[in-house]
């Protein structure tokens, strides 16, 4: 139940495209879902989060979609650019304050 | 950066041997963690501390001990690092009543 399973694992996309990452949770006492940005080498930076009072927010390019009814959550890159090119984590928060990760996934925004 | 270092940066030890790993902050964060992370394993928690004393244990804890006597030193300690501890750890802090975990740069440790 503290699970939350992401895919794909990995995403190649063309430079302008769409890219999108999905997860899924169990637990609907999760308050809270960040996305985080990783770059080879370096620690996990927070890209975007959410409420699961909120069905969407948007920062620039990066929107998060939330479906509380299905126990899910997405990731939208628009105009993928090569520098997103990264591994994305989403995660949940739980009723103790501690995140539960996705598995990661790697995307490649191919020029 | 959010004001987090982690020391080493890389670690190459043999199993069996003790092995610490420190995480400083510069922020006074009350909430600090340790995280490995391993392939298709995304991040997992190790322990995390809510105050200076106050410690408990994460998803993956058995082999892995810390302690805090400072709000700003986070120390991780294998008692005999095995095969199976070879990974990235990762520190993190949290400020009381905000949201967001800062990551620290990380550790490669290798056990041979």
């Known amino acids: 139940q503290q699970q939350v399973k992401q895919s794909p694992q990995s995403l190649i996309v063309q430079k302008g495209g769409i890219s999108i990452i999905n997860c899924a949770y169990e637990?609907?006492?999760?308050?809270?879902f960040p996305w985080y940005q990783q770059f080879p080498g370096k620690g996990p930076a927070l890209l975007i989060a959410?409420?699961?009072?909120?069905s969407e927010k948007k920062e620039g390019r990066f929107t998060i979609s939330f479906n509380k009814s299905a126990k899910q959550f997405s990731l939208h890159i628009m105009d993928s650019q090569p520098g997103d090119s990264a591994t994305y984590f989403c995660?949940?928060?739980?009723?103790?304050?501690?995140?539960?990760f996705g598995q990661g996934t790697e995307l490649s925004v191919k020029p | 950066d959010a004001g987090i270092t982690q020391s080493p940066r890389h670690k190459v030890t043999e199993t069996g041997t003790p092995v610490t790993l420190r995480c400083h902050q510069t922020?006074?964060?009350?909430?600090m963690y340790w995280y490995r992370q391993d392939p298709g394993h995304g991040l997992r928690l190790i322990h995390y501390s809510y105050g200076v004393k106050d410690t408990d244990k994460g998803e993956v804890s058995d082999g892995y001990s810390v302690s805090r006597s400072k709000t700003e030193d986070f120390l991780l300690t294998l008692e005999s690092a095995t095969s199976s501890q070879t990974s990235v750890y990762f520190c993190?802090?949290?400020?009381?009543?905000?949201?967001?975990?800062?990551f620290g740069p990380g550790t490669r440790l290798t056990v041979l």
């Open positions: 995660a949940a928060r739980d009723q103790g304050g501690k995140l539960i």
């Open positions: 993190a802090i949290r400020g009381q009543g905000t949201d967001t975990q800062y």
């Open positions: 959410i409420r699961p009072d909120v």
């Open positions: 922020e006074n964060h009350r909430y």
């Open positions: 637990n609907t006492a999760f308050d809270y």
